[in-house]
Structure formats: C-alpha cells, structure tokens
C-alpha cells in the first residue's frame, strides 16, 4: 500500500510533463481538454471569458504551439455559426471568436458572422451619453459591458484594420468612465442606472441605485478586473502611432495605481471588494485577482509604470495565486477555487455573501491569461 502513495505522486508529474512545462500550461490542458473541450462551449459570456484567453495564448504561443488553440477556436466557432448573435453585450463577447477566425481563417462564414455581430450590437440600447446598456429591458450601465464588448471590437479592429471599431470602443469607454468612475481610487463602481425605473431582480439587490446619483455604491473587483483587461489589451496590440492608444495608457494607468496598496500581503490576492481590504467577510478573490495583476504586468511591460512596487505586486499574484487558488483534482489535472459566481449589483453585504465558488470558465480564464502573460516576460 506504501509502495501505490509513493507512486501516484510521481505519475502525476510524469502525466503532466507529457503535455506541459509549468503550472499554468497544466491548468491551460485542463480547460481546453476537460473541463470546456470546444464542443461544449455556448454561447455565452462565461465561456466567452475562457475563449478570450486561449486566444490570447494563441498570440503568444510559439509556432509549433498555435495550431492547438487555432484548431479549439475553429472547433469552438464553427458550432456556433446559426447561433451567433449581438443582441446583448453579454452575447457581443463571443463573437471575438468569429473575428479572431475571420483574421485567420478569411472564411467567409466567419466573416458573416462577426458582421452580424457587430451590426445587431449597433441596435442595443443605449443610455442618454451614448452608452450601450448592460441590460436588454433597461437603461444601465455596468462595468462588465466594456469587456464583453471591447474584447470583440478590438478583434474587429486587429480584423479590419478599420479605426471606426476602435472609435466605437471608446465611445463606450469614455460614457462608461464618465458614470462610473470613482475620481479618488482611479477604479470604477459597478453600475449606474439611467432611467430609475422600478426594477425585478433575479441577480442584483432590489433598489440598488436609489440615491442622488443614481450609482452603485460599491467598487466590485471582477468589474474592474474587466475594464483593467481590456485597456491593457489595448495598449498592448495598439501601435504607439495610432491615436487611441495614449488615452488606454491614461486610463490604465489610474486604475492600476493603487493596486499595490489593495493587495493583500498574505496572499498576494486583491478582494473580492478592493477598496474595502480589511473589512470583516470580505474575501480574496482569483479572478480579480489574475485580472489585476494582468492590467498591471502589460502596464510595465510599456512603461506606462516603472516603480517596483508594481514588479513585486504582479510576483505576488503569481506566487499566490498557484499557493492558494491553483489545486489539484483526481491527481491528474489543476483548477482555479475562490471564484466569485457570476455578480449583479447590490450593496456592500450583497457582494459579500456572494458564492465563492471553483470551475468557472472566468475564474480558469483569467488565472490563464496572466498567467501565460507572466511567464512569457519573466
């Protein structure tokens, strides 16, 4: 009996050097081979959030590498062409893939399908500053939209080449941090409602935006890990000629400012409610955790911060992260836990008695996407 728990051990080393080098490679063949193979993906933005990042991976894979996440976006998307629609923000997200397929693939098929994308997601409501509201029925905005959308009309930009999708992202930046934007920590409330209308909530808390400014009164960390990843990615792929690309640096730049001093020096993990850190319940939390550290490992990576606080706080999250939100399962693969279920908008308890759960696509996606960044610069 001695002799099978000595073994087990190391024919799990040797079963996960077969397929990977690091831990994040492990966790990287754990999502795309098990826990959301590409036949099970819908339609929708949590797998969506998992999908950004194995594209992201596709970029930075060397050649050898690429035709493993090509060949998952084209079995993925090719699923998905009847289905693929913009009617919603949270529906515009997946449509990055068609864009990413249309850029590789010239298929036409891929082509059609991001063109409907984007032409049903010019049809969304929109708020009186020009805003694309979060939900169907009301005016709203949340800071989620900007990554379900900008994560697709960037890959419409990298498609086309064609300015007007970049126009329209920061169209949707710029009335998003004009409501949302809290001036004093750089970070963004989580929404902001513009028509007052009484609300049924199946998510959120009943009456969330009562008072004169008609705003959440909470800066949520997953929200901001959003908005954080998608300026980072901006700067990251823009040009340093093209126009758009120093109000990204501005704006990344306030929001990863403070980070440092958010971090819990424990863990290496910022909370599920940042600004509240030593707030009795509050919880770390992996997905914003791993968004942080991205928004801030692409900042250094182009200067737009150089102190070492900063190098230090992204080494933290790493470390942290694999210590205390990366486990083992059935002694063969690695996944992501102190993932905060899928949030509306409520008051300070109501983020804090959300569900910290494990086995979200968010939560494996993100710790993926900086996870690939780190190792891939340090």
Request: glycine share 6%.
């Amino acid at each position: 009996m001695r002799t099978k728990f000595f073994i087990i051990p190391i024919l799990f080393l040797l079963h996960s050097n077969l397929f990977a080098d690091t831990w994040v490679d492990s966790l990287d063949f754990y999502a795309r081979t098990h826990y959301l193979p590409p036949k099970k993906m819908k339609w929708k933005w949590q797998d969506a959030a998992l999908l950004f990042s194995l594209m992201k991976a596709y970029d930075l894979a060397s050649e050898k590498d690429k035709p493993i996440y090509m060949d998952y976006v084209v079995q993925a998307m090719s699923k998905k062409l009847r289905k693929a629609n913009g009617k919603s923000p949270n529906a515009v997200a997946s449509g990055m893939g068609m864009a990413f397929l249309a850029q590789y693939k010239k298929g036409d098929k891929y082509e059609k399908a991001a063109l409907k994308v984007y032409s049903q997601y010019l049809n969304i409501n929109r708020v009186n500053n020009n805003g694309v509201s979060h939900k169907r029925f009301y005016k709203e905005l949340w800071d989620d939209t900007i990554f379900m959308i900008g994560s697709f009309l960037t890959r419409m930009y990298l498609w086309t080449n064609n300015e007007q999708f970049l126009t329209e992202l920061f169209i949707q930046i710029d009335a998003h941090r004009e409501k949302l934007m809290d001036k004093e920590s750089g970070l963004w409330f989580h929404g902001w409602d513009g028509d007052n209308k009484k609300r049924v909530n199946f998510c959120g808390q009943t009456g969330w935006s009562k008072n004169p400014e008609n705003l959440s009164q909470e800066v949520w960390g997953r929200g901001n890990g959003w908005v954080i990843v998608t300026l980072a990615d901006i700067v990251d792929i823009l040009p340093k000629e093209n126009k758009y690309r120093e109000k990204a640096i501005t704006y990344l730049k306030e929001m990863v400012l403070h980070l440092p001093d958010l971090q819990d020096s424990a863990t290496g993990h910022w909370f599920q409610l940042p600004l509240r850190k030593n707030t009795e319940g509050n919880f770390i939390e992996s997905s914003a955790t791993a968004m942080f550290a991205y928004g801030v490992q692409i900042a250094l990576k182009h200067g737009v911060i150089s102190d070492d606080k900063y190098s230090f706080a992204v080494q933290k999250a790493y470390e942290g992260l694999r210590k205390y939100s990366v486990v083992n399962i059935d002694n063969q693969h690695l996944t992501v836990i102190n993932v905060c279920k899928g949030t509306c908008i409520g008051n300070m308890n109501y983020y804090l008695n959300r569900n910290n759960t494990s086995q979200k696509p968010y939560g494996i996606g993100s710790v993926i996407l900086f996870g690939k960044m780190y190792e891939s610069t340090n």
